[in-house]
């Protein structure tokens, strides 16, 4: 079981509801702001997670905690699936999505919708590959959400996995931890109304468990050829699982 972690420590809200008011707030700066933070490189990190998706020539694909819908207009640019479903509790998160579909004129191929992770609108084995970047961490139980996935995954499919993890080494542990602990929470709060949602984030991501934790929570929930490959000096992780 992993630690749970909320954006808002005094509120009553369960941790599903905090976070959906939290990307609500920030969702008008979320893109710049992320850019800023990760200096670029998620993109490169999405390319990859694309190809993987790619090389399985998928028809139907979701996209899991979509959030403004990079990964799944990305998907949508560069693989031949016509299904393409983007799944967010932020409401917030989603307009702003659907506002960047509709101009790269993509509005036929993917599909925003306002949905729980751990209790989706879909019967089982509906979808060829699965993928979620950074959003595991937020769900409310992490095995849940994942024995979800596996529900509506189709024997076969392809799940992927995009989440921050922390370097083991020397001195790019230490850089990390500086840059997630200091400067997030301070660009955050500079650029943002929000900036107790930089704090919960680089503080969901410490606690998270990652590399081979969370190999062997994805074997327990029934995945199986789990593998993992960390990411710029292991700052974040590539999870790949089949059902």
Do not use: C
Request: net charge neutral; charged share 25%.
């Amino acid at each position: 079981m992993s630690e749970k972690v909320t954006p808002y420590k005094d509120s009553e809200l369960g941790k599903k509801e905090q976070v959906a008011k939290m990307f609500n707030n920030i969702s008008e700066n979320y893109d710049g702001l992320n850019r800023m933070i990760s200096f670029g490189i998620d993109v490169k990190w999405r390319k990859k997670v694309v190809n993987i998706i790619k090389a399985t020539k998928p028809t139907s694909v979701l996209d899991i905690a979509t959030g403004t819908g990079d990964l799944a207009i990305n998907i949508a640019k560069n693989t031949s699936a016509t299904k393409i479903i983007g799944l967010d509790i932020s409401e917030g998160m989603l307009n702003v999505g659907e506002d960047k579909i509709a101009k790269e004129n993509l509005s036929d191929r993917i599909e925003m919708l306002l949905g729980d992770s751990e209790d989706m609108p879909f019967e089982d084995n509906s979808f060829d590959a699965i993928t979620v970047a950074f959003g595991v961490r937020n769900f409310e139980t992490l095995e849940n959400g994942l024995t979800e996935i596996l529900r509506v995954l189709k024997p076969n499919g392809t799940f992927v996995i995009l989440e921050t993890s922390v370097p083991e080494k020397t001195p790019y542990k230490q850089g990390y931890r500086f840059h997630t602990n200091v400067i997030m929470p301070i660009m955050g709060k500079l650029f943002s109304k929000e900036g107790s949602a930089y704090t919960y984030l680089s503080e969901s991501a410490s606690k998270f468990p990652y590399g081979e934790k969370l190999n062997n929570i994805l074997r327990k929930i029934g995945f199986t050829n789990v593998e993992n490959k960390p990411q710029t000096f292991g700052v974040a992780t590539i999870y790949k699982a089949t059902k």
